[in-house]
C-alpha cells in the first residue's frame, strides 16, 4: 500500500509541552510543512507525509507518540465504531501474521464500558481480515506489529495507527533506573522551556539516573534522540516499500553523520553514589559519557564548576519532593538535644540550597540560571528568591511549574510575606 500524499498526524505530548513541541517539529521539519503544524490540547495536529511520520519518530525529543488518524466520525454506541473500524481496509497495514493491541482514551464519552468498546474494535479487525483472508492476526498487549487508538469524544471518535510503538521517551539507552525516574521526554522539555541548545555550561547537582545530563549532552552533540531504538512502523506494511527503506536508511545515516562533541561542558552529582554509577552507565549505553563529568556529592555542599572565561552557566534540576523520594543527605538531618542526627522531612532543603547558591553559584561573571521542577507553588518564597519565569508542566500526573532562577550577586530577596500566585 501507497500512504496518500497528505496525512492527518497527531503527535502526543505531556500536558504543557504543546507550544515548546510546535516549536520543535517547526524547526526541523520542511518548509512546506511547518505551517501545517498546530498546537492542539496534549500535542500538535501535523498535515504532513510519510516522510515525516519518519523524521518525527527519529527526531522529536518531546514528543510521546505519532499518530496517523485512519478515520474520524459520529457515534452513539458501541457497533458505531464497530461499523467505523470496519470502513478501513486493515489488509493496507498488516496481514494475519501481524500482531495488534487496541487502547482506547475517552472524553467526556457517554459509553458505559471501554473495556467492551476496545473489544469491538479488535473484533472489527480481526472479522475484516478472516473474511478476506480465512486468518486472523493475534493480539499482543506488550509489542504489537500494529498499535491502534481509539479516542471517543462525547459525540465523535477517531481511530489511529501508532507508528511509535513503545513511547518516544523510551530512547533506548536507560537501563538502570533509580526511585520515580524523570522521563527523558520531560527532562528535554525542561531543557527546551530554559532555552538550553548546548550554548551555556550545564550542571545539574541532583541528577538521579542521569536524565537531564544525558539529555543535554544529547542536545549539545546534535545527536538525534530516536538513533539507539526501533519503531513500529518498521514492520507495518506502508512503511515496507523499497522507496521508504531506502529514505528512513538515509535519515539515519544523516542523522549519525552530523554528531559532534558538544561545545559547553555538562557536570553532574548526587548525593547517592549508587546513582551517579547508574548515571555514568547510561551515559555510557547513549554515547555521551565522555562528555559529562559526573560526580557523588551533597548538592547543598558541592562548590561550583570552574567555568571557562565568559562562559554562563545553567542549573537545571528535578530536585525530589514529597510525591516522588524523600530529600536525603545533608538536608534531612536534624540534631536532637544531645547531638544525635536523626532524619527529618527536608522542609530545610530548599531554603538551604538558596543559601548555597547565592555562597557559591554569583561569583560567576558572566551569571548562573537556574531552572527547578516543583509541584509547589510557593516555593519562591521558600527559597526567599524571586522567579524570574514559572512554566507550567506536568510530571506524570503531578502538576508542576519549572521556576527560573537568575543567580545573581546581591539579588533581590523575596519578603517572606510575599503573596505568591500560582
Known sequence: MSLPNKLSLFVSCAGGVEPLLEDELKRFLPPGVRSKVEALRGGCGVLGTAEDVLRINLESRLAQRVLVELIEGPYRHEEDLYSLARRVDWRDWITPRHTIRVDTVAQRSPLKSLNFTTLRIK???CDQLREHTGERPSVDTHSPDLPVLLHVGPERAAIYVDTSGEPLFKRGWRVDKGDAPLKET?????LAAAGWRGDSALHDPCCGSGTIPIEAALIA?????????????????????PALKATWGEMAQAARARIRPPAVPIY????????????????????VAQYIQFNGGDALERPAPKLPDGMAGSIVMNPPYGERIEVRGKAAMTRDAGGSEERDGGDDFFPRLAAHWKRQYTENPAGWTAWMLSPDMKLPSKMRLKE??????????????????DLIKGSARKPETAADAP
Do not use: H
Open 268 to 287: 553532574a552529582s548526587d548525593v547517592a553514589f549508587r546513582m551517579v554509577d547508574f548515571a555514568r552507565r547510561n551515559a555510557e549505553r547513549a554515547g
Open 186 to 190: 520531560l527532562a528535554a522539555a525542561m
Open 123 to 125: 473484533d472489527a479487525i
Open 388 to 405: 524570574a519565569r514559572r512554566v507550567p508542566m506536568w510530571n506524570g500526573p503531578i502538576e508542576c511549574r519549572l521556576f527560573r532562577f
Open 221 to 241: 552533540c546534535d545527536s538525534a534522540p530516536g538513533l539507539l531504538r526501533r519503531f513500529a512502523f518498521e514492520r507495518q506494511l506502508p512503511f515496507s516499500t
